[in-house]
């Protein structure tokens, strides 16, 4: 008997055909089955976007703030009206849960869930779920740490990747529809993998008919092959050369603004954004290297490199477009930001180039409905 994922019309005539119904996915109309005939497909394995470990090298330099990420994306620019105009918006992280007691992520109190366990508990033994967390909704308001992307934004963390650091492509889609359904308007995924599947297809179309942004990181494997990863690949579709799409995928520069040496290029690339050493809060419960800090702090904060990284911020800076431009759509933010990333046209290394969160403030600010249109007139390279 082997697992497979099927999709039926009818959920009644699927267990009469004498499988064994183990999981259902009633939104994408999609179920997990044991049958010892092979009639559907196997759930797909992706992995979280990491660089090997968690980055040693420290980031920080005299002049240089720890969360240099920040200064990089000029958010130190954005109104501060904007960031708390963007409690209006709410940022699903999906990912390995999060550590609650982190000072960023506790002043925002987040609601939960776990497709895992089935329950609100999302304790973070990884570790990357609090890293990519923070950098997506971190208190701005706090004091404490660093200051995540989306301003005011609130957080829903729906743990989905196991302690071994893999996902399914079942409990990925399950995860997304759970999100779509609390009320996310942005949805962040920094997984990825070499091969996609139906049910994820279907559960990313899904959220983008309902109007949900859908970020995803662009993959590290630039010097392994530099494979396509998805779902990152299905958002801004292979052969696009960054126009159109239903989401974006995210590549990852270095303190210096040049793409990290490991961020995949091509042509399924959105945008970039900082992504090499970044400086974030960890998880008390995960064996990370913890930062030797000058002041003082009831949390522990560190560097970690990945385009996992470079993604929560760009779904952060999403919720400010939309926090200045309540009028958009989904697919409209995904172009403000493209139109006023840091770059001179499209190329395969950085996309449109580098994000640029005031930039795309302001760009949507000025955006009424339908008259969005790209401003980039260079021919793709």
Known sequence: MTRQVVSYRSLAQLQR??????????ALRTAVVESSDRFGERPVLRRVLTVDEPALAETYQPGVAWEWQWDAARMGEVPDWVLRAAAGVKIAVIDSGADLSAPDLADKAPATWSVLSRSNRVRDGLGHGTFVSSLAAGSVANGVGISGFGGDARLLVVQAIGADGYIT????AAA??????????????????????????????WAARRGVLVVAAAGNEHDAGNLPEYPAALLQPLGSNGRGGIGLAVGAT??????????????????????FNVFAAE?????WPRAQLPWTSPGYYGWASGTSFASPEVAGAAALVWAANPRLTARQVAEVLKQSADGSGWNRSLGWGRLDAAAAVQLALGTKGNALRRAHSSRPQ
């Open 283 to 287: 998880s008390a419960d995960a064996d």
């Open 17 to 26: 055909s004498g499988v064994r119904v183990v999981r259902t996915l009633p």
């Open 169 to 172: 492509d079942v409990d990925e």
């Open 254 to 275: 270095s303190l210096d603004g040049s793409r990290a040496y490991f961020s995949n290029t091509g042509s399924y690339l959105s945008l970039a954004a900082p992504g």
């Open 176 to 205: 997304i529809v759970y999100a779509v359904k609390h009320g996310a308007r942005i949805v962040n995924l920094s997984i990825g993998g070499a091969e996609t599947s139906r049910v994820e297809q279907r559960a990313v179309r």
